[in-house]
């Protein structure tokens, strides 16, 4: 159940990002945190996954790498179905033709150092549905 919903939520989360917020963020050692909860099951609350990922300046003209490098286990096929920008905030819609048929929906908030943000997710999990809500944050801490 973990490497499905790291892969639910990576897959949302790695959100590329074009050149109009790429100035906003900082290259450097970032941490990243995120939360996730099921909706059917309310009783399962696994600890927030952190990692910390070095982005070089390369890698900061595109914010999604952020969080692109989580690892991303039965998630493949992955496109953009929909990709709205407003100031430094994205909102998008992804599809995943891998073996969970994951679609998402997000909405992430880009500064220099932290980015903030909404992911809801679906999988086919061996034929059923199975949803969830994850809170992804990042936020600078150094140089690499």
């Given amino acids: 159940m973990r490497s499905l919903i790291i892969a639910m939520a990576s897959s949302a989360a790695a959100v590329a990002a074009p050149g109009s917020l790429a100035a906003d963020v900082s290259p450097g ?6 939360e996730t909860r099921v909706a059917a099951a309310p009783g ?4 927030p996954y952190r990692l910390t990922q070095c982005l070089s300046a390369e890698d900061a003209r595109d914010p999604g790498r952020v969080l692109g490098q989580i690892a991303n286990p039965g998630a ?7 990709r709205d920008y407003s100031g430094n ?17 997000g909405q992430v908030a880009f500064t220099a150092n932290s980015m903030d943000g909404s992911i809801a997710a679906t999988a086919d999990v061996g034929g059923a549905s199975v949803e969830t809500q994850n809170k992804v944050s990042a936020r600078r801490i150094g140089d690499c």
């Fill in 76 to 82: 493949s096929g992955c496109a953009y179905t929909g």
């Fill in 89 to 105: 905030s994205l909102s998008f819609t992804l599809q995943c033709s891998g073996a969970f048929a994951i679609q998402s929906r």
């Fill in 29 to 34: 050692l970032w941490e990243i945190t995120m």
């Fill in 44 to 47: 399962f609350t696994p600890a």
